[in-house]
């Protein structure tokens, strides 16, 4: 009987060693979880911020070129509402960062003014998208 006790008890400390061994094991692999998780939200945040980046680049330069296209247009007398619309257009297909949304409304607005102008006849309309793009063109120094 004294037998079966001892490699009774033997038996149960071998089961604990093992539990130990496993519970330490697992810790590590848990750490390393949390550490990747960890790893790719960073990595989230910095591609989001590189995406932005790339984004803002992007809108600033074609925004330039319409707007640089649309004023040659505009001083000469070859403007017509066709080609205010398709100016437009092209603003509104641009992805917008939300830095950019006040100019980039501004800019529809002001478009759709000298719309106005080319329909009605009406020189305010006209002044008044001039001076809504200047505007821009003052807050926003890279449009130049």
Excluded at 23 to 37: N, T
Excluded at 40 to 66: E, F, G, H, P, R
Excluded at 78 to 101: H, R
Excluded at 104 to 111: D, P, Q, R
């Amino acid at each position: 009987m004294a037998n079966k006790s001892k490699i009774f008890i033997f038996f149960i400390i071998i089961l604990l060693i093992i539990a130990v061994y496993l519970a330490v094991i697992s810790k590590p692999a848990k750490q390393d979880q949390a550490e990747k998780q960890n790893d790719a939200k960073t990595n989230n945040v910095v591609d989001a911020m590189l995406n932005l980046d790339l984004l803002k680049k992007s809108y600033k330069a074609k925004t330039k070129v319409i707007l640089a296209n649309y004023l040659r247009i505009a001083q000469d007398e070859t403007i017509n509402i066709e080609s205010v619309k398709q100016t437009k257009e092209q603003l509104l297909s641009l992805k917008v960062p939300i830095e950019f949304k006040e100019l980039h409304l501004n800019l529809v607005l002001a478009l759709d003014e000298m719309e106005d102008y080319l329909e009605n006849g009406d020189e305010a309309d006209k002044r008044k998208s001039q001076e809504m793009i200047e505007q821009e063109k003052t807050k926003h120094e890279w449009l130049n």
